[in-house]
C-alpha cells in the first residue's frame, strides 16, 4: 500500500517539469532577442510585399483606365493619387508603431516606478497605472492617426501632381 502511494509522488514531480517546460518554451522563445528580429522582420516584410502589390495594382487600373478613357477628366488620376495616399499612411502608421511601442512600455514602467519610490501604496499604484495605461494609449493612438493622415495627405497630393504630369507627358 506504501509502495502504490509513493508511486504517483514519484511521478507528480517529472509530470510536473514536462508540463512546466511545455508551459515555459514560449516564455523562453519571446525572451530571446532574435525571436523579436525574426517577427519584426517577418511582419514588415509582409507589409512591405502587400503594399507593394497594392500600389503596382493600383498604378495598373489608372494605366488602363486612363487609355480607355477620356483623359479630358482627371477623376482615375484623383482616385489613383487617394489610394496612393492611403496606402504610404497604413505604411508609415505601422512604422512608426514598431517605434512607438517600445518607447511607451519604456514611459509608463518608469512612471509606475516613480510612483513606487514615492511611497505610494500597491493599490493606489494599480489604479495610477490602470489611468496611466488608457492615458498613454489614447494619446499614442492620437498622434499616430495624426502623423498617418499627414502622410497620406502629403502622398496624395503628391501622387496627384505625378500622375497628371506623367499624363500629359505621354498624351493620355
Do not use: H
Not at 517539469?17 to 532574435?34: A, E, F, G, V
Not at 490602470?130 to 496624395?156: D, H, S, Y
Amino acid at each position: 500500500m506504501a509502495d502504490q502511494t509513493e508511486a504517483p509522488q514519484q511521478q507528480s514531480p517529472k509530470s510536473q517539469s514536462q508540463s512546466s517546460n511545455s508551459s515555459m518554451l514560449p516564455i523562453r522563445l519571446m525572451s530571446k532577442r532574435r525571436t523579436w528580429v525574426f517577427l519584426f522582420i517577418s511582419v514588415y516584410s509582409i507589409l512591405l510585399s502587400s503594399s507593394w502589390n497594392l500600389l503596382k495594382s493600383i498604378l495598373s487600373w489608372y494605366e488602363s483606365t486612363a487609355v480607355s478613357g477620356p483623359s479630358s477628366s482627371g477623376w482615375p488620376a484623383l482616385y489613383a493619387s487617394v489610394g496612393l495616399g492611403v496606402v504610404f499612411g497604413v505604411l508609415s502608421m505601422a512604422a512608426a508603431l514598431a517605434v512607438v511601442v517600445p518607447a511607451t512600455l519604456v514611459t509608463w514602467i518608469t512612471v509606475l516606478v516613480l510612483l513606487t519610490f514615492c511611497g505610494k501604496p500597491r493599490r493606489t499604484v494599480v489604479v495610477e497605472g490602470k489611468k496611466l495605461t488608457a492615458e498613454i494609449t489614447g494619446f499614442v493612438v492620437r498622434v499616430l492617426i495624426k502623423e498617418g493622415n499627414i502622410v497620406a495627405a502629403v502622398c496624395a497630393v503628391l501622387g496627384y501632381f505625378v500622375l497628371v504630369r506623367r499624363g500629359k507627358e505621354d498624351g493620355l
